[in-house]
């Protein structure tokens, strides 16, 4: 199943948002989606007001959670990928980052070279990595050349312990983050062979039912209401074919798309498009129905038949944006237009526009 944007009278869904199409559908939706949706009215937001209403399923009825692979408690998922995660139920360790015979990567703060250094894990125990050596190996380039004296030039960043009768280096690296100064910054860390790391699974919860798969859920956990019928019949003021495509989710720059007309656009996409069209638009039905399925599905090839069909019909001229990597030049001879980014005939536009703007 996949998650649904709720279907309410007097509204229409395209990109997975809500769009009303009458005031009563706007309060229908709003009134509706109260009951399981935090709302957010947009126009109210402190730094970036703009229209509509963002929904959020509510913390009441949608928790994201940690399964316990042992006693299957659900623990709350809060730093649950940090060292020593545990069970509040049963107390077991749910996920471990540094475990015997794994790796850490890292390099010395005060080190202005960067070299990194690789050592096995011994074990990790009063926030400090207990570690010995790697056996000598092909280093990389950014590696410390010779690890045993890059360590030992910075000898007061750790401290060498006797564990099981062996010399090993202990540093100093909270699991949790605390407002002391580590010694060093960590690259990478890796588990070891046939050791598992982590024992538990994520999983959500709704309405106090648990999905180990969110997709299972049935219903969008967030989305956009618009007050879109405000503006409809769109007005056409040259870009009202980048307005149907935005609307459906998709980025109306020719440039933006490959340009060796493979389909860039998907059935449920172009559906989206139809209803937008249909929804609110003067643009007629039928024909853009047609028009849907008999136009190229390429980016460019799409983009500029659909500005070509919305042209025929509002007779307002579309401007088509494009950009390719000789952008400036074509936005100087303003040669964006549609006709000429098709093909052979692009081509040679363009090595007309650079021989000339050589020869100025
Ligand atoms: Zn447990």
């Known amino acids: 199943m996949n998650n649904k944007t709720p279907i309410i009278p007097g509204t229409v869904i395209i990109a997975h948002d809500i769009h009303a199409t009458s005031q009563d559908g706007l309060d229908r939706a709003l009134d509706f989606l109260a009951a399981d949706y935090d709302i957010k009215d947009c126009m109210k937001d402190e730094y970036h007001p703009h229209s509509g209403y963002f929904a959020t399923l509510k913390e009441s009825v949608?928790?994201?959670?940690?399964?316990?692979?042992?006693?299957?408690?659900l623990n709350t998922q809060l730093a649950c990928k940090v060292h020593g995660y545990s069970c509040k139920n049963c107390g077991k360790v749910l996920y471990k980052e540094y475990v015997k015979g794994g790796t850490i990567r890292f390099s010395f703060r005060n080190d202005e070279s960067m070299k990194y250094v690789t050592l096995y894990i011994h074990s990790y125990e009063n926030d400090r990595i207990i570690c010995y050596p790697k056996p000598a190996k092909t280093e990389a380039y950014f590696s410390a050349k010779n690890p045993v004296q890059h360590l030992e030039q910075f000898k007061d960043e750790y401290e060498v312990v006797t564990v099981d009768g062996k010399r090993m280096l202990s540093f100093f690296y909270?699991?949790?983050?605390?407002?002391?100064?580590?010694?060093?910054?960590?690259?990478?860390?890796?588990?070891?062979?046939?050791?598992?790391?982590?024992?538990?699974?994520?999983?959500?919860?709704?309405?106090?039912?648990?999905?180990?798969?969110?997709?299972?859920?049935?219903?969008k956990d967030s989305f956009m209401i618009y007050d879109t019928f405000k503006y409809a019949p769109f007005k056409d003021t040259g870009r009202l074919h980048a307005k149907i495509m935005s609307m459906a989710g998709q980025v109306s720059r020719c440039d933006y798309y490959y340009q060796d007309r493979r389909p860039s656009f998907n059935d449920t996409q172009l559906g989206w498009m139809k209803t937008a069209v249909e929804t609110f638009t003067d643009l007629p039905k039928e024909e853009f129905a047609y028009f849907l399925q008999t136009c190229r599905k390429d980016g460019p090839g799409f983009i500029c038949q659909l500005a070509q069909f919305v042209e025929k019909h509002t007779k307002v001229k579309q401007y088509l944006e494009n950009h390719p990597d000789v952008q400036e030049i074509l936005k100087e001879k303003k040669v964006c237009s549609y006709y000429d980014i098709d093909g052979v005939d692009f081509i040679f536009k363009m090595g007309e526009i650079i021989s000339k703007k050589g020869r100025n």
């Open 174 to 219: 909270p699991a949790k983050w605390k407002k002391v100064d580590r010694t060093i910054n960590m690259a990478e860390v890796r588990g070891a062979p046939n050791t598992k790391r982590q024992h538990y699974r994520s999983v959500c919860v709704y309405k106090g039912e648990v999905f180990e798969d969110r997709y299972e859920l049935g219903v």
């Open 62 to 73: 949608f928790q994201n959670l940690t399964k316990c692979d042992f006693c299957g408690h």
